[in-house]
């Protein structure tokens, strides 16, 4: 999925209409910097912390 996806959700209490805009690729983006950073900061394998 490239291009953001809008989805209209309707609170029938209300009787409103509400617009979510989902952006697949920048939650993958964030998810992958996540990832990158979390595997920057485990310690190195055969490196000993004082």
């Given amino acids: 999925m490239v291009e953001p996806v809008e ?3 309707r609170d029938t209490g209300r009787d409103e209409l ?8 920048k939650l993958e ?10 595997a920057d900061i485990k310690p190195q ?5 004082h």
């Fill in 7 to 9: 989805i209209d959700v």
């Fill in 18 to 25: 509400f617009r979510v805009l989902f952006d697949i690729t």
């Fill in 29 to 38: 983006r964030e998810l992958e910097l996540e990832s990158r950073e979390q």
């Fill in 45 to 49: 394998k055969g490196r000993e912390q």
